[in-house]
């Protein structure tokens, strides 16, 4: 089932009609819990990611998704390109193969990818960033039969050494740049770029070329938990302006889906009903309510 995202944002039912809910954000919820639970709150996207998918059957998982009237928003993820080992390469590329064709199967045009962090004793960023974009001048071709873009997310810079050499959206904009932008996209993620004093300059920038391919929303809270991965906040608890945000890729004429992605365990410990009603209605006051 197609479902168009596309219309403009300019009221709170225009603004939810694009709200898509992240399968993280619910992890304690089966797919046929997020399902279920997503149609009856009305929410019409999610974004799915693929050990859960695969460990449902991809198939089956399409099937399901289609039949609650829901639209896969993206697939996550992707990438992990870095390696040196040519062996280590050679099964990466193998690996993003077959995630465009999941992302296919279930009907999604966007596949998240998370460019891989240095290798083991290496120091050299930028070697690492040319071994993303020789994946990537090897891939997109590849995701464009199948109708998928491949979309480069930069993550926070604390994440360079083991997770993503792209810290920046200009760097991630850097490398799309080789490819048509029908290829190769960006993601906006709130939590990994509203610390970037040029991030408005670079919203506008992917915008003006039809580069942005997601927008995520999460909020920054501190103290950072240990590992840091699971740090995400609650949208409107943190440092975010999610608000401005929102704003800036609308100015920047992109009019897709707006995906809740919260890694946070204190949201898993609690009933996945309960955290939808929350996030829908922190999305409603920090993303549609006027200032």
């Not at 390469?89 to 465009?100: G, M, Q, V, Y």
């Not at 809740?260 to 929350?278: D, H, K, M, Q, T």
Request: hydrophobic share 45%; with cysteine.
């Amino acid at each position: 089932m197609s479902v168009d995202f596309s219309g403009a944002a300019e009221g709170p039912i225009d603004l939810f009609a694009r709200f898509s809910l992240n399968q993280q954000t619910v992890k304690q919820w089966s797919l046929p819990e997020l399902a279920d639970g997503c149609a009856r709150a009305g929410v019409r996207g999610v974004g799915l990611w693929r050990a859960p998918v695969q460990e449902y059957g991809v198939a089956a998982a399409a099937r399901l998704v289609r039949d609650a009237g829901l639209a896969v928003t993206s697939l996550c993820r992707g990438g992990f390109f870095t390696a040196s080992d040519p062996k280590e390469r050679s099964d990466a590329l193998a690996d993003n193969r077959a995630a465009i064709e999941e992302a296919s199967a279930l009907g999604t045009d966007t596949l998240v990818l998370v460019s891989g962090g240095l290798p083991p004793g290496s120091r050299d960023l930028y070697g690492a960033r040319e071994r993303v974009a020789d994946a990537l001048e090897e891939l997109a071709p590849y995701a464009a039969e199948a109708g998928v873009r491949l979309a480069i997310e930069p993550l926070h810079p604390m994440y360079a050494a083991d997770r993503s050499v792209v810290s920046t959206l200009a760097q991630a904009l850097d490398l799309a740049e080789r490819f048509p932008a029908e290829r190769v996209g960006v993601v906006v993620d709130t939590y990994h770029l509203w610390w970037d004093n040029t991030i408005g300059s670079q919203i506008e920038r992917a915008g003006n070329a039809g580069r942005i391919a997601a927008f995520q929303l999460a909020d920054w809270v501190t103290p950072l938990p240990a590992g840091v991965l699971l740090g995400r906040g609650q949208l409107g608890d943190g440092a975010v302006d999610l608000r401005w945000f929102r704003e800036q890729v609308d100015a920047a004429g992109y009019r897709g889906p707006i995906e809740v992605e919260i890694f946070n365990p204190s949201l898993w410990e609690r009933p996945g009903a309960e955290v939808l009603a929350e996030v829908v209605e922190r999305f409603t006051t920090h993303l549609v309510h006027t200032r």
